[in-house]
């Protein structure tokens, strides 16, 4: 099965995170406040980058598919120089967010502390980036496992390194917070580093000749790439920002609502991971049947990919409603934001069928390399209907009394659901055509 170690790839990934909240929470609130407002800046970016590179993925499955495994190599030489290209723009970006900071108002010594600390992590974006090439590359092959080991051992690799330049151990300066972001970027050059090894010593690439001579391609030969990959940056990118946007628009109704807020967003956000990584694996499989010219195969690996998500939602969605006071008692102690985010994760569990329909729906398209329309779906049910629904339940009387942090919640529901419709719809349409594009 190729699908549970992206899962553990994902999650591993996630921790780093919660590692980076954990330990610079516990050296001081500052230093976990410019932790929070930078990964607000830096993730976007990284995400949208990151989409932009998966392409790799349906189009090595499509070539693996067809049994043309020297091609391959293109598509290696193509994202690779597109990561590079992105990685420099990301640095440059990063090294300059301190106007935007200032323009935020943020207290001038916790902005200095959130800039010292993006361009510490933007010293890293070159080589994720390229190492996403390499992920996807890999999981264009079905070759998952190795993935998921990298991933474990930048997990395990970044606590040591948080702990020694946060508290200036081993004759190394104190850096704090910022020493997170030195960690991390360390940790992405590890990890390209091992993408690098374990693409140079497996036998899986031998008949790709990844090595011999060199991998950059024609400047004209990236225009499939991009077109392909474009969509699914901007796709992540409307999804990433409507959520920034939420929170910064609950931010005058107090730190109670948006605590509870965020509580329920952390908590759906990891759950999150297992839907997507059953996505991710969609893309391989309908890739590899399209590939290798089954169309009837894609189909029942599209369908098939789609109900294993929805059983997924049958059991968190049971979790949620059954369990969500003991769930949001582990994020805090606050009897007012338990009580508000206990009704936000039952609105949640709503919509966990339609995200579970609308993320594998839109992972099985990446594997017909359909993604301009989902783009276009996903543009309207976030931007044109959600976020302007969710600002008139939530700020306004228009519809009915302002409700809060739960009017947006409820618009997450009707967003999910028109856009589980519509990429259905889509996907209905595409497998029956039995063509990629």
């Not at 700020?395 to 942090?405: F, R």
């Amino acid at each position: 099965m190729i699908g549970w170690p992206i899962i553990v790839a994902q999650v591993s990934q996630t921790g780093m995170g919660f590692v980076d909240t954990l330990m610079s929470g516990r050296y001081g609130p500052q230093d976990l406040a410019a932790i929070a407002i930078g990964s607000s800046i830096w993730l976007p970016i990284f995400l949208a980058a990151s989409g932009v590179l998966m392409a790799t993925t349906p189009l090595v499955a499509h070539l693996v598919g067809g049994n043309q495994l020297p091609r391959t190599r293109e598509v290696l030489g193509q994202g690779g120089l597109i990561a590079l290209v992105l990685g420099v723009l990301s640095v440059l970006i990063l090294h300059n967010t301190l106007p935007v900071l200032q323009w935020m108002a943020v207290d001038p010594e916790l902005a200095a502390k959130t800039d010292n600390y993006l361009k510490a992590i933007s010293w890293g974006f070159p080589a994720i980036l390229m190492y996403q090439v390499i992920r996807s590359f890999s999981e264009g092959f079905g070759k998952t496992r190795p993935i998921m080991k990298i991933a474990i051992l930048g997990l395990l690799a970044n606590i040591p390194l948080n702990y020694v330049l946060i508290y200036g151990k081993l004759g190394l300066p104190e850096l704090g917070g910022v020493g997170c972001g030195w960690a991390t970027a360390i940790v992405m050059w590890l990890t390209l580093g091992a993408g690098i090894l374990y693409l140079r010593r497996s036998t899986t690439f031998v008949e790709c000749r990844l090595f011999q001579g060199p991998l950059l391609p024609p400047i004209q030969t990236l225009g499939h790439f991009l077109r392909l990959g474009l969509p699914i940056g901007m796709a992540l990118l409307i999804e990433v920002s409507m959520f920034a946007i939420i929170a910064l628009l609950l931010a005058d109704l107090g730190e109670v609502i948006v605590g509870a807020h965020q509580v329920t967003l952390s908590f759906t956000g990891m759950i999150f991971m297992i839907p997507l990584s059953i996505s991710m694996a969609l893309t391989i499989r309908v890739g590899h049947r399209l590939g290798a010219n089954k169309e009837e195969g894609a189909r029942v690996s599209a369908a098939t990919g789609v109900m294993i998500t929805i059983g997924f939602a049958v059991v968190s969605a049971t979790t949620m409603v059954l369990f969500a006071p003991q769930i949001v008692s582990l994020y805090t102690d606050s009897e007012e934001i338990i009580e508000i985010a206990v009704s936000l994760i039952g609105i949640a569990a709503v919509f966990q069928f339609s995200d579970a329909i609308q993320v594998s729906c839109a992972g099985a398209l990446r594997g017909y390399k359909d993604t301009n329309i989902p783009l276009l779906i996903v543009f309207i049910a976030y931007w044109v209907i959600g976020l302007p629904v969710g600002f008139m339940l939530a700020k306004t009387d228009l519809l009915v009394p302002a409700m809060g942090a739960k009017g947006f919640w409820i618009a997450l529901v009707i967003a999910l659901t028109i856009a589980a419709a519509m990429l259905a719809r889509r996907l209905i349409w595409r497998s029956r055509t039995g063509t990629a594009n």
